[in-house]
């Protein structure tokens, strides 16, 4: 079976497509280009991509009679691949859940002690020799502990970072999802517009249509002017020009973010902000992340191989 990796993947994922399957192994870091894609369904029987590859519905319908016949998507996320138009052209798509849960929570705890704590902003200091010496009113932050939490998206990883909200730091949770959800911990479900009263306020849901600027100036409106923002879900989830407008206005105090609406740009007037933290994507980050879930695609593309039920099938 003729596979094609899209970028360069941890090297334990790369031995094992090898002993499997016929592989091309792009070496570039960046997203395929257009005739890339277009070449991937004409070309392999198989794609493992991943985010920035756009199988966009035009592109599927640029190439009416693929060979391929799965994408096995490296990531959780899969709104770079519209789903619908790959499964008319007889394709199947899977993806890595679970593999990337832990992870992603910790950035968003990361994050919000980042931005409640100033960290970067005393970083920053530091390094430009302008820090002289402790004072009792030096850079003085919000104290997590004890505040109210609202996480919008109760999935694996909302609830993982509820958890380490809750038992860690002693913060009460609040919680808006689509669908009923069990916490599996103290929390109360409340609307969007409760949610993000909260003192911090962390999104945590899936990319695509559905939430796309889901956070804009209207909820953004509900935040307090003490309160932070955390992304780490997916950039078009927020309207950036709203939240740098919001920041810029004082009307809260500050965001941290790991996801961008137009990645690997980002909006200029967020990086002149020295109350947001800005992480290059860091969310899944840790080799043994990156390699579970390489291997989590792997299994994917065996059971393909093997015309078994595929086990993370989207």
Do not use: C
Request: no cysteine; hydrophobic share 45%; proline share 6%.
């Amino acid at each position: 079976m003729k596979l094609l990796v899209t970028r360069p993947l941890p090297e334990v994922v790369m031995q094992a497509v090898h002993t499997r399957f016929d592989v091309t192994a792009r070496a570039s870091t960046l997203p395929l280009t257009p005739d890339e894609l277009r070449a991937s369904l004409r070309d392999f029987d198989a794609v493992l991509p991943t985010l920035g590859d756009l199988y966009s519905a035009q592109v599927f319908a640029d190439v009416p009679t693929p060979r391929a016949k799965l994408l096995a998507n490296f990531g959780v996320g899969f709104n770079h691949i519209d789903v619908v138009a790959a499964r008319a052209a007889g394709l199947q798509v899977t993806n890595t859940p679970g593999a990337v849960t832990d992870a992603t929570a910790d950035i968003a705890l990361m994050l919000m002690l980042m931005t409640a704590r100033r960290a970067g902003e005393g970083e920053r200091l530091v390094r430009a020799g302008h820090w002289q010496g402790w004072h009792p009113t030096q850079m003085l932050g919000l104290h997590l502990t004890g505040k109210t939490l609202g996480i919008i998206g109760m999935g694996r990883i909302g609830k993982a970072i509820a958890r380490r909200a809750h038992h860690g730091f002693g913060m009460d949770i609040l919680y808006h999802n689509r669908s009923p959800a069990e916490p599996g911990l103290p929390a109360r479900a409340v609307s969007l517009a409760e949610v993000m009263s909260a003192d911090v306020v962390v999104v945590a849901v899936p990319g695509g249509p559905a939430t796309r600027q889901l956070i804009n100036a209207e909820t953004l409106g509900h935040m307090k002017q003490h309160a932070i923002f955390v992304n780490i879900s997916r950039g078009d989830v927020v309207d950036e020009a709203a939240l740098a407008t919001a920041l810029k206005a004082g009307r809260i105090a500050g965001a941290g973010l790991d996801v961008y609406e137009q990645e690997p740009k980002v909006h200029p007037d967020l990086l002149t902000l020295e109350n947001v933290t800005l992480l290059p994507h860091l969310g899944t980050a840790a080799l043994e992340v990156r390699s579970a879930m390489g291997l989590m695609a792997v299994e994917n593309l065996i059971a393909f191989s093997e015309r078994r039920p595929l086990p993370n099938a989207v």
